[in-house]
Every structure is written in structure tokens, then in C-alpha cells.
């Protein structure tokens, strides 16, 4: 089972300067405080294909995790893991630039939890379109979809009658396999809805961070932050 949520949005800043807040959206809680559930960010591979002077940059996101804290409810402690306190979850991101042309895209996916839900988000970013005519040089848009899928079923399916022996299949109501697939991927998307509203907020407060500071200012800044956390 798959469910799809699928965002536009326009971004007042040059596409240079979008990007760059893209590669720095999670380098502080000072220069972005929305996202603080980012509690750390290694870059795994960063280079230039000689041959189209794309950008590939890989890296990897350790977040609290995106999960619904309904879904540990909902699920039995042999699927979760046991209590419902924050739960770490390691998020691949992947993404290629080409500044010649004007995009970007971006793919992200979860690499914990996903035999209860898998999150995959791809964004493109680019300059307006001939769509918008009265779009300027001046404005970056981006589009966001974000598949949720839910493989715990073909999972339960296996176990089915061990979780009737431990009573907890009874307990969600007699929806099945399928109905507690559903409500997984329905918990989820309502929650993304909402994150996704803050992750454009943390965009915007560092694109005026560095419309209002200057790149230099910026960048000194989180320099000397990790300086003194070293």
C-alpha cells in the first residue's frame, strides 16, 4: 500500500541562495531552530561529475524520529522495539545540482523502522517556469512529494497467529492487516503535513539569515560555533 502527499511552494530568494540554505538548513539550532530534532549530519560523499559540472553530494541525518507516537501504540512491543520515549532513525539523503541548468533535486528515505513504514521525499527545486510569466529571476520554486508505504501486513501476516496467542491483534479493533496499514500511513502523512510547515519556516528564517547577514556572516558564524563545541 502507497500514499502520496504532494506540495508547490515558491520561495522568494535567487536559486543560489535557495540551495545553499538547502545544504545549511541543518548545521545549527541557531541558525535554524526548527530543526532541532536534527541531531546530527555527516556528509558521506560530495563531488563534481566532470563531465555535466553536476554537484552529487550524499549524506546521512540522525533525527528523533518521524514515526507517530500512535503508531507505538498501535503496534506491539515485538514490531516496535518496546516503549513509546523518542527513537532515533538515520535518514539517507541523496541530491544533484546543476547550477548551469537551474535545479536540484533531492531524495530522502528512512533507513530505521522501515519494515513498519518507509518515507521517501523528493524535492525539485527550480527557476519559475514559463508557466509563471510574471515570476522573476528573484524566486526559487520547489516541488515536494513525499510516498509513505507501509509494508507491516505482508510482515503480520507471518506472525498472524502468534499475535493472536498474545491477544494484541484483537485489541486494534479487528481492522487486520490491511486497516492497521492504512492508519500507519494515514498517522504518518498527517504528521509530515505538519512538518513540512515548519521546514519551509526553518528555510525561510536562513534565507533571510543570509539576505539580511550576507553568505560570509553566515558562515563565519557557524565556523566559530563549531569551534567552540570542538
Same mark, same amino acid.
Given at each position: 500500500?502507497?500514499?502520496?502527499?504532494?506540495?508547490?511552494?515558491? =520561495? &522568494?530568494?535567487?536559486?543560489?541562495?535557495?540551495?545553499? *540554505?538547502?545544504?545549511?538548513? =541543518?548545521? &545549527?539550532?541557531?541558525?535554524?531552530?526548527?530543526?532541532?530534532?536534527?541531531?546530527?549530519?555527516?556528509?558521506?560523499?560530495?563531488?563534481?561529475?566532470?563531465? #555535466?559540472?553536476?554537484?552529487? #553530494?550524499?549524506?546521512?541525518?540522525?533525527?528523533?524520529?518521524?514515526?507517530? *507516537?500512535?503508531? =507505538?501504540?498501535?503496534?506491539?512491543?515485538?514490531?516496535?522495539?518496546?516503549? #513509546?520515549?523518542?527513537?532515533?532513525?538515520?535518514?539517507?539523503?541523496?541530491?544533484?545540482?546543476?547550477?548551469?541548468?537551474?535545479?536540484?533535486?533531492?531524495?530522502?528515505?528512512?533507513?530505521?523502522?522501515?519494515?513498519?513504514? %518507509?518515507?521517501?521525499?523528493?524535492?525539485?527545486?527550480?527557476?519559475? #517556469?514559463?508557466?509563471?510569466?510574471?515570476?522573476?529571476?528573484?524566486?526559487?520554486?520547489?516541488?515536494?512529494?513525499?510516498?509513505?508505504? %507501509?509494508?507491516?501486513?505482508?510482515?503480520?501476516?507471518?506472525?498472524?497467529? /502468534?499475535?493472536?496467542?498474545?491477544?494484541?491483534?484483537?485489541?486494534?479493533?479487528?481492522?487486520?492487516?490491511?486497516?492497521?496499514?492504512?492508519?500507519?500511513?494515514?498517522? *504518518?502523512?498527517?504528521?509530515? /503535513?505538519?512538518?513540512?510547515?515548519?521546514?519551509?519556516?526553518?528555510?525561510?528564517?536562513?534565507?533571510?539569515?543570509?539576505?539580511?547577514?550576507?553568505?560570509? %556572516?553566515?558562515?563565519? *558564524?557557524?565556523?566559530?560555533?563549531? /569551534?567552540?563545541?570542538?
Amino acid at each position: 500500500m502507497v500514499l502520496t502527499h504532494t506540495t508547490n511552494h515558491t =520561495y &522568494s530568494h535567487p536559486f543560489s541562495i535557495v540551495t545553499l *540554505a538547502f545544504f545549511l538548513r =541543518y548545521s &545549527s539550532p541557531q541558525l535554524n531552530p526548527f530543526a532541532a530534532h536534527v541531531m546530527s549530519t555527516d556528509t558521506i560523499d560530495s563531488h563534481v561529475d566532470p563531465k #555535466t559540472n553536476r554537484l552529487h #553530494t550524499t549524506r546521512i541525518h540522525l533525527k528523533k524520529s518521524r514515526m507517530p *507516537a500512535a503508531v =507505538y501504540k498501535l503496534l506491539p512491543k515485538s514490531v516496535t522495539g518496546g516503549g #513509546t520515549g523518542d527513537k532515533a532513525s538515520y535518514v539517507l539523503e541523496t541530491s544533484v545540482v546543476d547550477i548551469k541548468e537551474g535545479w536540484m533535486k533531492c531524495e530522502s528515505r528512512n533507513l530505521n523502522f522501515t519494515g513498519v513504514l %518507509s518515507i521517501t521525499e523528493k524535492q525539485q527545486f527550480y527557476l519559475p #517556469t514559463e508557466s509563471r510569466p510574471h515570476a522573476t529571476s528573484n524566486e526559487t520554486d520547489v516541488t515536494t512529494m513525499v510516498e509513505f508505504r %507501509s509494508r507491516l501486513g505482508e510482515k503480520l501476516r507471518g506472525r498472524l497467529g /502468534q499475535a493472536r496467542e498474545d491477544g494484541w491483534l484483537s485489541g486494534v479493533g479487528g481492522w487486520g492487516t490491511k486497516g492497521i496499514q492504512r492508519s500507519i500511513e494515514s498517522l *504518518a502523512s498527517t504528521k509530515t /503535513q505538519d512538518q513540512l510547515g515548519k521546514s519551509r519556516d526553518g528555510m525561510r528564517l536562513v534565507l533571510e539569515r543570509l539576505r539580511n547577514n550576507g553568505v560570509i %556572516s553566515v558562515l563565519e *558564524a557557524l565556523r566559530r560555533e563549531r /569551534q567552540q563545541l570542538a
